[in-house]
């Protein structure tokens, strides 16, 4: 079943726009980790966290979820399928990856967080600190990855994809 033209348009601007967007607030959180890190002043080494700890609830979750929705939604509405060619298989399992380390890293977002309320001295969770830059950078890689996979569209059919695609073939007139 596809959607008519105008909803998958509308699916189409809302998938973009949230990918975009969770790649966009990752780097904010990557840039505040990075100051957080290096700053030798007690509060601009404090400060981050809490502004980290925020843009992680309440944009990055939901821009990540939304955009894992919108690509469902997207890839079962149209011809491309969820299951038909590797690229889409591999931005949904990309999705799910960053969907689950983001939410695993939530707690540790927020102990960082109130900690660095109560205050912290330079070395204090330093592993933690740089668990927070490195899982950022990480997801900042994903997400290109996402992105180029958005557009180039590498050939290549699933099995899956193959089989429906000879049935369709022997169905024409």
């Not at 997207?74 to 590797?86: D, E, I, V």
């Not at 707690?107 to 600190?129: F, H, N, P, Q, T």
């Not at 059919?157 to 429906?164: F, H, V």
């Amino acid at each position: 079943m596809t959607m008519p033209g105008a909803l998958r348009k509308f699916t189409l601007v809302l998938h973009v726009i949230s990918s975009v967007s969770s790649l966009g607030a990752v780097a904010c959180f990557l840039a505040l980790g990075v100051v957080g890190l290096v700053s030798t002043g007690a509060e601009t080494a404090q400060s981050p966290y809490a502004a980290m700890d925020a843009i992680a609830r309440l944009v990055i979750v939901p821009l990540v979820f939304a955009s894992l929705l919108t690509g469902l939604v997207q890839a079962l509405g149209t011809t491309w399928g969820l299951f038909r060619h590797y690229w889409v298989l591999a931005k949904l399992l990309l999705t799910l990856l960053t969907a689950v380390v983001l939410l695993l890293q939530l707690d540790l977002i927020s102990y960082v967080a109130g900690a660095a309320a109560k205050g912290l001295a330079e070395g204090d969770l330093l592993g933690m600190r740089r668990s927070l830059v490195v899982h950022a950078a990480g997801g900042i890689v994903v997400l290109l990855m996402t992105t180029v996979l958005s557009i180039y569209k590498p050939r290549g059919l699933t099995r899956y994809g193959w089989r429906k695609q000879q049935s369709q073939l022997r169905e024409r007139p």
